[in-house]
């Protein structure tokens, strides 16, 4: 066990754990931050995504003890931004959702996807959304990234 | 899924006015299901309805809401026939109770599409008799008569402008007679119906603070985790669990018994992560030696000879002996190979419970609630009554949840009696997930069809090879003649009229347990229908949707009417269709709603790339367009599940070979359609089905498609090659 200084939307948090313990449940477990969500373990369906340092990242498969300094952003937290508050807000418009479960870490890529990228084309998306919706609301998510692009670019947010 | 025994619903309400002067409407009803059915029993009242002081109005909602999106629909019915404000409603999952059992079904589940079809009057009669009885207590407090009151948005209106919230009037409602008739709305009166309402639960699900199953956390709660053994059945030898001791927060590692008679090993720690690690750790000694191996290329070849031997009958009918008077040039045999595949909602499955001797409690999602109740008593020793089942939000099921022999729950009680008074959280990993059985089964399909000489089939002959879902299940009483009808539906009951036609069916009995997966059988019948009848309309040189319609029984009226939708609404992309691009039909009828559709679909890196689909539905009246539209596009997206390259779940001596997504693969964003409209036929007809109907016409539609662009059939599945 080892205790480490995180940063997790703007907010100082300390915990104490195993340093193979995976951010995930670090957020999870100890910080009681459930919008993260755990879908495989392994990287491949992207429930857990959070932003490390600005950048998409799975946190399944990011030990606690390399986090280092890198600030934390959560689902709980990205709300705050206004590309994040875009992003919820299409999702909301569109009636994105079904089971929701997915919905974080797809929240979460939409949003690093439109901080680089402001104008995606549907290419753009294609590559840059690797996470599984088993609802299938893909359709949907394709539209709210269109419809929160539109809105950010009319400076709406 | 299970529609038996749908009698006659007697319901009776009754009305207490709480503590708090909220109202409180209770729907009793006798306890429906087979030999039960005569006692009659009388339940204790809960509340479908609270309308609070501050103007909420929280209904409880008899079902799981696992994304289908009945949280918001059921509100919906009440709401609209209560003319409540729409903006105060607020939904919450109703614990396990008999007052919540299905009306007609007599469990409280969701499965086969039904929630709406079985639950479309019972709300409506809550709304509309709570309204009258707060249009009463207004009355009553005026001294005017009831006719002259009207209400609207949460508010009763009387003659000389008088008006009165419901929140004012609830206490004194709660004290009117329940009226035994109420008059429900008109489809030309409905405000909410048929309109289109967003989600209530999206903004809660877009910002992190919806709780579900997994997310349940209790002061001084404890996460488990259980090794599984390798092959169904299989017991524990021998444990050493010295290396999982030495890790901080691992508490207790014991043998639990698990599905199939087997046992597995439970290990208990503070945190999920020291769980985990703990049972990686574990040398478990497995008896295997007295378990059948399942073993997907023994199982192909037994399946293949099965296909060329008849069956037990499903279907019979006309002359068997036309088709072998037909010359071989006219006839065309095909055999189909679907493997096993597994669901995987997003959300792993797991379950929360505190055991407290006397009493327990337990969370979790659950499709079952009665079933996952019983179980969970029968485990520790306690009735039904004296266990108290939370119904979690959930993060899919697409019939997971649905589970006969409720496994996990009963995984779950076996650690929570062991850890008595202390609650603890069992969670199944997705590799449990994908290794744990509980798939839709392998299937085979021989056809031999013999072709009239108009291109017509006048004689069609189908085996079916696939475990029954149903037997060793409660409801194996629906087995007719030792022909499952969830084997056979979408063949054996076939819209298309097809003279002689000779249906039969084997269910080898396989170690490897099965079970419904979103749409149950229609998954591949409709894929075999499907995909022959447009190879029979291209061998006759006909438009697919004009031999479809040729061949379709007049009374189909509902596949009918989606049909000429679809080819309507279609007709502007099918038309001009570039280069490269080719469209493929499908339709199909089930849970009493018809869906066609049309795919546009090119071939790009050597994986079917989905243009647009256009999809067209006849489900009877639209609740809400809005899931609807939801459902159809979710849906065909779980379809295409069938055929992403890696699409299987197979075997070899006994072991799964795949155990998460790097091996058994979803569909991602790119393999789903780019876009798909929707459009509902018009109708004020009973609603039906919406979950399901959607699942099963994307995969021959695509396929047919491709069949297009290549000039090849595909008959094995999922599409590993194309």
């Not at chain 2, 809550?126 to 006719?147: D, F, H, N, S, Y």
């Not at chain 2, 809660?204 to 090794?227: I, R, T, Y």
């Not at chain 2, 890790?247 to 046992?263: D, K, M, N, T, Y």
């Not at chain 2, 994908?434 to 002959?461: C, F, K, N, T």
């Amino acid at each position: 066990m080892a205790t480490y200084r995180l940063t997790v939307n703007g907010q100082r948090r300390e915990v104490t754990a195993d340093p193979t313990t995976p951010l995930l449940w670090v957020l999870r477990e100890d910080l009681k931050m459930t919008g993260t969500k755990y879908g495989c373990g392994i990287g491949f369906c992207g429930a857990c995504t959070v932003h490390l340092g600005g950048v998409a990242t799975r946190s399944c498969g990011e030990p606690i003890s390399l986090v280092g300094d890198r600030p934390i952003t959560t689902i709980e937290g990205i709300g705050a931004d206004p590309v994040g508050r875009a992003v919820q807000d299409a999702w909301v418009d569109r009636d994105v959702v079904q089971c929701g479960y997915c919905q974080s870490g797809q929240i979460m890529t939409a949003v690093a996807l439109l901080k680089h990228m402001p104008k995606p084309t549907d290419k753009d998306i294609e590559e840059s959304m690797g996470n599984i919706c088993r609802c299938g609301t893909y359709v949907r998510i394709r539209e709210a990234i269109k419809e929160a692009s539109r809105q950010l670019g009319k400076g709406g947010a | 899924m299970a529609t038996a025994n749908e009698l006659t619903r007697r319901a009776f309400l009754q009305v207490s006015a709480s503590a708090v002067g909220w109202l409180v409407v209770s729907l009793y009803f006798d306890r429906p299901l087979g030999a039960q059915a005569t006692e009659k029993v009388k339940y204790p009242p809960d509340a479908f309805i609270e309308i609070r002081p501050d103007g909420k109005i929280v209904i409880q909602v008899n079902r799981l809401e696992f994304g289908q999106g009945v949280q918001t629909a059921l509100p919906l019915l009440l709401a609209d026939e209560l003319d409540a404000d729409w903006s105060q409603v607020v939904a919450e999952l109703a614990p396990a109770a008999d007052i919540y059992r299905d009306p007609v079904r007599g469990i409280q589940m969701v499965g086969g599409s039904g929630s709406i079809r079985t639950s479309f009057l019972q709300y409506r009669e809550l709304g509309a008799r709570t309204r009258a009885m707060l249009i009463a207590a207004a009355a009553q407090r005026w001294k005017v008569a009831p006719e002259q009151c009207h209400a609207a948005a949460s508010v009763v209106h009387g003659p000389g402008g008088r008006s009165a919230k419901y929140s004012e009037l609830a206490a004194d409602a709660a004290r009117q007679p329940i009226p035994a008739n109420v008059k429900l709305k008109q489809p030309s009166e409905f405000r909410l119906i048929g309109k289109g309402v967003r989600r209530l639960d999206s903004r809660a699900k877009c910002d992190g603070s919806q709780k579900f199953g997994l997310d349940v956390d209790l002061p001084g709660m404890k996460v488990a985790v259980v090794a599984h053994p390798p092959i169904f059945g299989a017991k524990v030898k021998s444990i050493d669990d010295s290396d999982a001791h030495k890790l901080e927060g691992v508490r207790e590692v014991f043998e639990i018994p698990v599905a199939r008679g087997g046992s597995g090993v439970a290990v208990v720690a503070d945190k999920f992560w020291a769980a985990k690690q703990a049972r990686d750790r574990l040398k478990v000694e497995w008896d295997i030696g007295s378990v059948e191996r399942a073993d997907s290329a023994q199982l192909w070849t037994k399946f293949k000879e099965l296909g060329r031997t008849k069956g037990l009958v499903a279907e019979t009918r006309g002359d068997k002996k036309v088709l072998d008077s037909i010359a071989d040039s006219d006839r065309l045999t095909a055999e189909f190979e679907f493997p096993y595949l597994a669901h995987c909602p997003m959300e792993p499955l797991n379950t929360t419970i505190r055991f407290d001797g006397d009493k327990a409690e337990a969370w979790a999602g659950s499709q079952f609630q009665t079933f996952d109740q019983m179980a969970i008593a029968e485990v520790l020793g306690l009735k039904p009554g004296q266990v108290t089942f939370h119904t979690e939000m959930t993060g899919g099921g697409f019939g997971r949840r649905a589970v006969p022999d409720s496994h996990v729950q009963r995984e779950a009680a076996a650690i929570a009696k062991r850890l008595k008074g202390t609650p603890v959280k069992l969670i199944w990993t997705r590799e449990d997930d994908v290794q744990g059985g509980y798939y839709r089964p392998m299937h085979l399909h021989r056809v031999e069809i013999g072709i009239g000489s108009d291109g017509m089939p006048r004689a069609w002959r189908h085996v079916i090879v696939g475990q029954s879902l149903l037997a060793g299940t409660p409801f194996a009483a629906m087995i007719k003649n030792g022909v499952d009808d969830a084997t056979v539906e979408g063949v054996a009951d076939t819209p298309y009229q097809i003279e002689n036609f000779h249906v039969s069916v084997h269910a080898p009995v396989i170690n490897v347990p099965v079970l419904w997966w979103r749409s149950v059988g229609n998954t591949h019948t409709a894929f075999v229908m499907e995909t022959l009848i447009d190879e029979l309309a291209a061998r006759a040189k006909m438009d697919p949707i004009a031999y479809r319609r040729k061949l379709l029984d007049r009374e189909a009226t509902k596949l009918r009417a989606a049909l000429d939708l679809m080819e309507k609404k279609s007709a502007v992309w099918r038309n001009k269709l570039p280069a490269g691009h080719a469209a493929g039909i499908a339709c199909h009828y089930c849970f009493e709603t018809g869906v066609a559709c049309a795919a546009e679909v090119s071939i790009e890196d050597r994986r079917p790339r989905i243009h647009r689909v256009t999809v067209a539905a006849d489900c009877g009246t639209g609740v809400n367009p809005l899931t609807i539209e939801n459902q159809m596009q979710g849906g065909m997206t779980f379809g295409i599940s069938q055929l992403v390259a890696g699409a299987a779940i197979t075997l070899k001596d006994g072991r799964v070979e795949q155990s998460n997504f790097d091996g058994f693969a979803l569909p991602y964003l790119p393999d789903a359609p780019v876009a798909v409209d929707v459009h509902i036929v018009p109708s004020t007809e009973k609603p039906s089905g919406i979950g399901e109907p959607p699942v099963p016409v994307i995969a021959p539609a695509v396929v047919n498609a491709l069949a297009r662009l290549t000039g090849k059939r595909y008959r094995s599945l999922p599409l590993n090659t194309i």
